[in-house]
């Protein structure tokens, strides 16, 4: 059993900035890559950043510049440095991962539960 788990998510100021962890858990042989989705209310999740084992990094276009993900393989843990947030950034966060839970299984996608992301004045 894999779990992850969010959290960093909060209440911000339009320019300011946030940073977001995802914690894997549980019995595990391999993650492999990871991914940051959101989703608004009443909008399709949509992908925001996703990262490889070795570290090969892609961006939605909304977000690059202003949106860092990296990873700590040692942890088991992904990070989204969020900076220069804007009101349109405003959703529910979510970790995603491929993972292979036992020797010679195929890939299992395991989500997280969410971390709520608001930007407001």
């Known amino acids: 059993q894999v779990q992850l788990v969010e959290s960093g998510g909060g209440l911000v100021q339009p320019g300011g900035s946030l940073r977001l962890s995802c914690a894997a858990s549980?019995?595990?042989?391999?993650?492999?890559?990871m991914g940051w989705y959101r989703q608004a209310p009443g909008k399709e999740r949509e992908l925001v950043a996703t990262i490889t084992t070795g570290g090969s990094t892609n961006y939605a276009d909304s977000v690059k510049g202003r949106f860092t993900v990296s990873r700590d393989n040692a942890k088991n843990t992904m990070y989204l440095q969020m900076n220069s947030l804007k009101p349109e950034d405003t959703a529910v966060y979510y970790c995603?991962?491929?993972?292979?839970?036992?020797?010679?299984?195929?890939?299992?996608?395991?989500w997280g539960q969410g971390t709520q992301v608001t930007v407001s004045s």
């Open positions: 549980g019995s595990f042989v391999r993650i492999n890559t």
């Open positions: 995603n991962a491929g993972v292979v839970v036992t020797w010679g299984a195929r890939l299992s996608d395991v």
